[in-house]
C-alpha cells in the first residue's frame, strides 16, 4: 500500500485546456499532458475555448497562437483575465502581431514532448507562486 502523501498528491491534478486545430498535434499534445497526469479538456478553435472557459476552471490552457476564428492570445488573454496562465505554441511566431504574442511564453512548432513538459511545468510553478 502507497503511503497516504503519495495518494494526496496524485488526487491533485491540474486541469489543462488545449485549444489546437491541428488534429495530429493535438492528438500528440493530449497524449503528452495525460501521460504526466494532467487532467485535459480540448476546444479546436477560439469559440469553443471562450464556452469551455465560462464553464469549467483551469489551472493553465495551452492553445495554438493561429486558429481559424481568431488568435490563441485572444484566448490567453481572457484566461488571464481569470487568474489563469496561458502559453502559445505557434509556427508563426514571425506572422503574428509582436504586442499580441510578446505578451504571452510560446513555444515554437513543432513543439517536442519534453519541451512541452518542461514549460507547462514551469507555467504551473509561476501560478503556484
Keep these: ?4 502523501y503519495c495518494r494526496i498528491v496524485r488526487v491533485v491534478m491540474h486541469r489543462i485546456l488545449i485549444v489546437e486545430d491541428d488534429s495530429e498535434l493535438l492528438l500528440l499534445l493530449e ?6 497526469d494532467y487532467r485535459v479538456d480540448i476546444a479546436r478553435n477560439v469559440q469553443g475555448a471562450m ?3 465560462g464553464k469549467r476552471h483551469y489551472d493553465l490552457v495551452v492553445s495554438d497562437g493561429r486558429l481559424e476564428d481568431g488568435t490563441g492570445m485572444m484566448i490567453a488573454e481572457r484566461a488571464e483575465q481569470n487568474g489563469i496562465r496561458a502559453l502559445i ?3 508563426y511566431a514571425f506572422e503574428l502581431p509582436k504586442e499580441e504574442l ?3 511564453d510560446f513555444l515554437l512548432k513543432p513543439v517536442r514532448p ?3 513538459l ?3 511545468e514551469r507555467k504551473l510553478q509561476t501560478a503556484r507562486s
Excluded: S
Design 118 to 120: 518542461e514549460a507547462v
Design 114 to 116: 519534453d519541451e512541452l
Design 102 to 104: 510578446g505578451r504571452y
Design 31 to 36: 497524449h503528452v499532458l495525460l501521460g504526466a
Design 1 to 4: 500500500m502507497q503511503p497516504l
Design 51 to 53: 464556452a469551455l472557459l
Design 89 to 91: 505554441i505557434t509556427g
